[in-house]
């Protein structure tokens, strides 16, 4: 089975800065795809971001472009976001997900997921 446990999540003010972590185990890191999701209040899930091996990161939604950043470290199998300059809007619980090597922006091609972390912008 595979385990993904998200955090570093939390309340921050708008313009300000977390890195969220996504700890992996109990399957070959190398082979997987590791996105990030987030779910806001009464909406859908919403793909963000994803790393692979091969392909590196990619950035599925345009308003976090030039502010997150996704970083896969295949020693740990751990994958980060760092995001940056935080607004409103991307409050939300931010999850991680995982599928076997590409990665994808639909969150019902991940056959994985962690309980995700609670980020809230607010002033």
């Known amino acids: 089975q595979l385990q993904l446990v998200e955090s570093g999540g939390g309340l921050v003010q708008p313009g300000g800065s977390l890195r969220l972590s996504c700890a992996t185990s109990?399957?070959?890191?190398?082979?997987?795809?590791i996105g990030w999701f987030r779910q806001a209040p009464g909406k859908e899930r919403e793909g963000v971001s994803c790393?692979?091996?091969?392909?590196?990161?990619?950035y599925f939604t345009d308003s976090v472009k030039g502010r997150f950043t996704t970083s896969r470290d295949n020693t740990k199998s751990t994958v980060y976001l760092q995001m940056n300059d935080l607004k409103p809007e991307d409050t939300g619980v931010y999850y991680c997900?995982?599928?076997?090597?590409?990665?994808?922006?639909?969150?019902?091609?991940?056959?994985?997921w962690g309980q995700g972390t609670q980020v809230t912008v607010s002033s």
């Open positions: 790393s692979s091996r091969d392909y590196g990161s990619t």
């Open positions: 997900g995982a599928r076997w090597w590409y990665c994808s922006e639909y969150a019902y091609e991940y056959h994985d």
């Open positions: 109990g399957f070959t890191f190398d082979y997987y795809a």
